[in-house]
């Protein structure tokens, strides 16, 4: 039983998850995160499940699959994987929803706080030997409008209250009871774009959120205003909000993630009101190994044990 895994970050800290599919007899062929289809077409025939992190699970790569059973997003977001053809297949799509909730929380809000307070632009320029004297902005009392308040962007909203912020959240199914219980109020997309002084996304990448932010949804933001990205690159329009940043539009934005990945170079690295990292979020210890042993339990759920997995995608 050939398990095939392409994510990089796949037992990197801990060999459990590892160990533990071998000790449950499946064959681990682990594969470059960007290998290309013809390279895990040799393992294909005899598959029945994959671990995947970008890997395009298309109809391609299906056809050549008829054993594979189940395929785990190493993660979250399962905009990579073709929900319909492996629905049409009888193969479970599966993601860890919560494993790597506090990591990416605690990333987001970091990306708040150093885009507020310029913290990135203050180390270049001191290691540079400036010693810049750099007038920032607060972050404590503010408005922070959550795009997404789902499992990451609950425990953002959680972080926000300690900074005594104003929590505004847009949701296309709202959780009206954690609302309540912590003081977050849902509003309109359009007010929440127009009040808040710090917007942060959380919210998967679907035909309905691809541009949410592109330059009509930017300019209604406020001039003072920080957008800030650790969802799906394909949510901001990249183009525009180069325009935006480069026009003093808003006043800042950070992000962690891209349309495109990997990147060397990109127009927004250009700008110095804008902070880029490279899609590391989720990327602690603790969070890489709860996604890794998440993953090899619905594995096991679904082959050896024939049961349905955990957080099924595709409902089969």
């Given at each position: 039983m050939k398990v095939i895994c392409t994510s990089p970050s796949f037992a990197k800290y801990d060999d459990q998850p590892a160990t533990t599919l071998q000790q449950q007899g499946f064959e681990l062929v682990v594969l470059p995160a960007d290998a290309p289809l013809s390279a895990l077409e040799p393992h294909l025939a005899d598959t029945v499940a994959m671990i995947v992190a970008f890997t395009e699970v298309n109809d391609a790569l299906l056809d050549r699959a008829p054993q594979l059973k189940i395929v785990c997003k190493h993660g979250v977001g399962v905009d990579n994987i073709d929900l319909d053809a492996t629905?049409?297949?009888?193969?479970?799509?599966?993601?860890?929803?919560?494993?790597?909730?506090?990591?990416?929380?605690?990333?987001?809000?970091?990306?708040i706080l150093n885009?507020?307070?310029?913290?990135?632009?203050?180390?270049?320029?001191t290691r540079a030997?400036?010693?810049p004297r750099i007038f920032a902005t607060d972050v404590c009392g503010k408005t922070l409008g959550i795009i997404g308040l789902g499992n990451i962007g609950k425990q953002v909203a959680l972080r926000a209250s300690g900074f005594n912020m104003r929590v505004l959240a847009f949701d296309?199914?709202?959780d009206e009871t954690f609302a309540a219980e912590h003081n977050v109020e849902f509003v309109s997309l359009d007010a929440l774009t127009a009040q808040s002084d710090f917007i942060t996304l959380h919210t998967p990448l679907t035909p309905e959120t691809?541009?949410?932010?592109?330059?009509?949804?930017?300019?209604?933001?406020?001039?003072?205003?920080?957008?800030i990205n650790v969802s799906r690159g394909g949510v901001v329009n990249e183009a525009d909000l180069f325009s935006a940043l480069s026009d003093k539009v808003i006043a800042g934005a950070a992000a962690d993630v891209f349309d495109s990945e990997p990147l060397e170079t990109h127009p927004l690295f250009s700008l110095d009101n804008f902070i880029p990292t490279s899609h590391i979020a989720g990327y602690t210890d603790g969070a890489i190994g709860a996604i890794g042993e998440r993953?090899?339990?619905?594995?096991i759920q679904c082959v050896k044990e024939q049961q349905r997995p955990v957080n099924v995608m595709n409902t089969l």
């Open positions: 629905k049409a297949r009888g193969i479970y799509v599966t993601n860890v929803p919560d494993a790597n909730k506090h990591a990416v929380a605690d990333f987001a809000f970091a990306l885009a507020a307070r310029q913290v990135t632009q203050a180390a270049i320029a030997g400036a010693w296309f199914y709202p691809r541009n949410l932010f592109d330059s009509k949804r930017i300019g209604e933001m406020k001039k003072s205003a920080f957008l993953c090899v339990q619905q594995i």
